[in-house]
């Protein structure tokens, strides 16, 4: 076959370095675009007036390495060494925007076929498939190990398909969370030492057919769906395939390489119809959409058209591109859509994932049992999807090759319900996903925008992204107690933090091959200098941060839990059962959430936990984490009393009490606020208050200008609508038993440990004391709503012995006998199980003055005031029933027990919902209640249980002194 030389027109200077090129014929042929990766300029070219000067685009800082255009030619997108993708409006090249950034220069670019989404890649690790319509990143996809150089999207938009300079292949389904259908090792040429050699990949037009250069000079053809080697095109290229391109229809395609030729191959007939010989190297190539001719450009930057390309005495490379056969499998649909010729990014449809829902099918072609599925009538009956288009040709006849017995033709209807139940047989349904790891107070990324690294009770961190790197900032609530922190230039891209009073942690994902994630400590004082540490990870990608005491945790994506301390020391590697969700720290405990295995059919996440305690080296609490059906995991953290706590994205905020053996009660459920408009970001809470920012629906989360609202929400049990009529009452009852649960709890621990509880003693004390007061209340209520068996049930549940004598004369006043008998019976029976355990002390009696005011029916309105008298002479131990066990068990000077419980009318109140904007103000304001409950009591001593029992030496003393004194 004879060889022949062209010559070719300078598009780009080269300054007499090869680097690659690219190429592209827009939708009508009337344009030719160009860019060279040593050159910052993008041309774009009159394809009939080649006297005309071409326009040129100058957006990028560095040189561009690939070039992606519409189906529909009204977007251009360019990718370049700069690490930005830019689109432009076309064929005028205004600048639109930068879509996207990664760390490292961007190899590849493609668009699907509807122009919704497009595909980039390079350097970096993973595949980002952008959403063109809103300029958001719709998913990652990751799984080479070197950089991405060619990526395709197959046309029925089912699949993508990418390589990489070590020569793998993988295919991914888009229908089905992008994960790896296929995955070919090695089956193209590496290219990872020459950088202006790339692996390219493209699918047939069909879409059943994917095209990858092959070690031996060739081209090799691999299934859709199976991933088998079909075939390959060999013949005069001496050295590798660097670039192929189809033709329009499918049934050619061109090829260069390394040998400096381009061969023209009959897809059918296996072998190359013509060829052209070149000075340089051949870096791409595109076929005229609607002629016979194929534009290419080599790697010094000159670029020239191939006119009438394909022989005159063969088919064109257009014709049949409606309906055409390649390699005598399938065709293209008759009746396919052209794409939209007007518009702008907004007018490109849907996202592609939703165009290709029809499930794969697995094609044995050395089977004839693949003719027995389909029929010649095999029209838009058998389709899964309205954008998928019936075929109108028979198949028997593309599929000639295979020999059609009389015996299998079958009547059309019997033929059809073969072909579906069949069909219906292959298909796979992708089930719910898992949850993905997240940050705790972690917002989106927003492009253009500063968002929040962290965000909780003490201060934020915030970032914003500029060229290349990041901006990050430390603020805390309190300006004043905390400490001043500068800030920090990011040139990791760090996409999660942790932040406590020590110091703040840091990590990011893997960014490609070399670009590891990162793990970066920062403490905000240290007696040493170059306190800061980092830690990198080769094979694995930190998933979520958190901090405590004098630790940092990292849970990667290996399920490694990985703990360091304040210093940097790796102290434990520890593996977990599942995927991380999220991770919490407070203290010396560490609370991490995995997944414990596949979400429901309902789409129910089936999580677990686990809480660690760092310095004992102990897992003191695991079980399963509970959601809401249908929900994710929003938030999860600790209160400020250490409280493991749990919010969903149905708004239910959830509380772990051992309890039951250790259960996830609910405190808080948005629905029952009834204000569907709003969304509830939760930044942390303590014993009462729900500390959230109020976000507006749609908005899920804030923004970090302007600065977030606090606003504080009470907290409440999802209780039935009860027939009492005193929802809040018992409300506060159910909130005061958890107290108490978890002080116990607390008390428990620290007894364990040896520790003094004498503060957590004082703290019981006087939530004892307001749990009474509220019981009393709830008596009241009961005795005007008629309910004198609930009282009963009430009145046993009271820890004070004067609470019940207040009782008593409550429904004395009352007018209510029987009920009062029962209450004597009652405390008559507690304080005579007292005195078996006890030695019968004497008693002062009690002058339990109980005021109220009765209406003419003799109900109570308003709750009775509880006063005690001067201080008894000998302290009474069975004034205190032994269901208390939370007072510390010692007799100390007796105070005035009822000053503790009358100082608790004294205490500051914060309304149900207030919104402030310090949130230091907000905790002084808070602690308000708290030190009315402890440090009013005893006036700067801590309150006493008049009634608790000695357990000191000296206090033994003192009581046999009583004694001896009673006995004179």
């Excluded at 969370?177 to 790339?198: E, Y």
């Excluded at 804030?702 to 409440?716: A, E, G, N």
């Amino acid at each position: 076959m004879k060889i022949r030389s062209m010559k070719l027109r300078e598009a780009h200077k080269s300054n007499g370095i090869a680097s690659q090129s690219s190429i592209l014929y827009d939708l009508n042929g009337e344009r030719i675009v160009t860019a060279l990766a040593s050159d910052t300029s993008i041309c774009i070219h009159d394809a009939l007036l080649t006297s005309v000067s071409p326009k040129v685009l100058r957006n990028h800082r560095d040189g561009v390495t690939c070039l992606a255009i519409s189906p529909n030619s009204t977007c251009l997108a360019s990718g370049s060494i700069d690490h930005s993708v830019k689109l432009y409006k076309f064929p005028g090249g205004e600048f639109e925007t930068n879509i996207t950034r990664f760390t490292l220069p961007i190899r590849s670019l493609a668009f699907n076929k509807s122009g919704t989404m497009l595909a980039a890649a390079g350097d970096d690790e993973g595949i980002k498939l952008i959403n063109t319509i809103d300029g958001s990143v719709a998913r990652v996809l990751k799984g080479h190990r070197g950089s991405v150089t060619g990526i395709s999207f197959d046309p029925k938009g089912e699949y993508l398909a990418s390589v990489d300079s070590i020569g793998t292949v993988i295919y991914w389904e888009l229908h089905n969370s992008g994960i790896i259908a296929h995955n070919l090792k090695g089956i193209a040429p590496s290219t990872s030492s020459d950088s202006s050699v790339v692996n390219v990949l493209q699918w047939s037009p069909d879409g059943e057919m994917l095209a990858v250069p092959g070690h031996k000079n060739d081209v090799v053809m691999y299934d859709r769906d199976t991933a088998e080697k079909l075939f390959m095109l060999r013949g005069d290229h001496v050295q590798p395939v660097c670039f192929l391109s189809w033709s329009p229809n499918g049934k050619y395609m061109a090829t260069s390489g390394l040998d400096r030729q381009i061969l023209i191959w009959n897809v059918d007939q296996k072998q190359d119809i013509d060829r052209q010989k070149f000075d340089e190297r051949i870096c791409c190539m595109a076929w005229k959409p609607n002629g016979n001719s194929l534009a290419f450009i080599d790697a010094m930057g000159k670029y020239g058209v191939w006119e009438s390309t394909v022989p005159s005495s063969m088919k064109s490379p257009t014709e049949g591109t409606k309906s055409v056969k390649s390699n005598g499998v399938l065709f293209f649909d008759e009746d396919e859509q052209e794409p939209s010729a007007s518009g702008s990014l907004s007018d490109m449809g849907e996202d592609s994932f939703d165009e290709a829902e029809i499930a794969s099918r697995k094609r044995l072609r050395q089977h004839s049992k693949y003719d027995e599925a389909l029929d010649e009538d095999n029209d838009d009956e058998l389709t899964f999807s309205p954008k998928a288009e019936s075929h109108k040709k028979p198949l028997e006849d593309e599929l000639n090759f295979f020999p059609k017995p009389e015996s299998r033709k079958k009547p059309r209807k019997e033929k059809l319900d073969s072909a579906k139940e069949g069909l219906q047989s292959t298909t796979v349904t992708a089930g719910p996903k898992l949850q993905e790891a997240f940050q705790p107070g972690a917002t989106p990324v927003q492009p253009g925008k500063r968002r929040f690294l962290c965000y909780n009770m003490l201060g934020s961190i915030t970032s914003i992204d500029h060229d290349g790197y990041s901006h990050i900032e430390i603020d805390f609530h309190d300006t004043g107690s905390g400490p001043r922190v500068p800030a920090m230039t990011d040139y990791f891209g760090f996409t999660m933090a942790s932040l406590n009073e020590n110091g703040s942690v840091f990590a990011n994902p893997r960014k490609g091959e070399k670009n590891m994630s990162t793990l970066m400590y920062r403490p905000f004082s240290s007696w040493a200098n170059n306190s800061e540490w980092s830690m990198r990870f080769e094979e694995e990608e930190v998933r979520a941060v958190a901090l405590g005491n004098s630790w940092v945790a990292a849970v990667t994506s290996l399920n490694f839990l990985r703990i360091f301390t304040e210093g940097g020391l790796q102290k434990h590697v520890l593996s977990l059962d599942g995927p991380v969700v999220t991770v919490s720290g407070s203290g010396d405990e560490l609370a991490v959430v995995t997944h414990s295995s596949s979400p429901l059919a309902s789409s129910e996440q089936m999580l677990e936990f686990r809480v660690f305690n760092i310095c004992s080296g102990t897992l003191p609490k695991r079980g399963k984490l509970t959601i809401t059906p249908g929900s994710s995991l929003t938030w999860f953290g600790f209160s400020e009393e250490c409280q493991l706590s749990s919010f969903d994205s149905k708004g239910v905020l959830r509380v772990f009490t051992n309890q039951y053996g250790g259960s996830w009660l609910p405190l808080f459920s948005a629905s029952k606020l009834k204000k569907p408009e709003e969304n509830y970001w939760v930044a942390g809470l303590n014993s009462s208050k729900l500390f959230c920012i109020v976000c507006k629906s749609p908005d899920s989360f804030p923004q970090v200008i302007p600065k977030p609202v606090l606003t504080l929400l009470d907290l409440s049990c999802p209780l039935a609508s009860s027939d009492l009529g005193a929802d809040n009452l018992e409300n506060e009852f159910i909130c005061n038993n958890i107290q108490l649960c978890q002080i116990q709890s607390r008390i428990d621990e620290m007894l364990a440990s040896g520790q003094d509880t004498s503060s957590l003693d004082d703290e019981a004390f006087s939530v004892e004391a307001i749990q009474d007061r509220c019981i009393l209340r709830l008596i009241a209520s009961c005795c005007n709503g008629d309910k004198l068996v609930r009282a009963t049930e009430l009145v046993k549940l009271l820890s004070l012995e004067k609470s019940v004598r207040g009782a008593i004369k409550l429904v004395t006043a009352l007018k209510l006998p029987n009920l009062a008998e029962r209450f004597n019976l009652i405390l008559e029976e507690r304080l005579q199980k007292e005195s078996i355990k006890t030695p019968v002390l004497a008693r002062a009696p009690l002058n339990f003055d109980t005021s109220f005011k009765a209406d003419v029916s003799g109900k109570a309105s308003v709750l009775p005031e509880i006063s005690v008298p001067v201080e008894p002479a000998i302290p009474a131990s069975s004034e205190k029933f032994p269901t208390n066990s939370f007072t510390k068990k010692t007799l100390q000077e007796p105070i005035k027990a009822g000053k503790a419980i009358t100082d608790q009318k004294q205490t500051t109140k914060i309304e149900s919902k207030g919104t402030v904007s310090n949130l230091s103000e907000l905790k002084k304001s808070v602690d308000i209640k708290n030190a009315g409950q402890t440090s009013k009591a005893g006036e700067g001593h801590r309150p006493s249980n008049p009634f608790a029992k000695s357990s000191n030496n000296q206090d033994k003393s003192s009581l046999l002194d009583s004694l001896k004194k009673m006995k004179k």
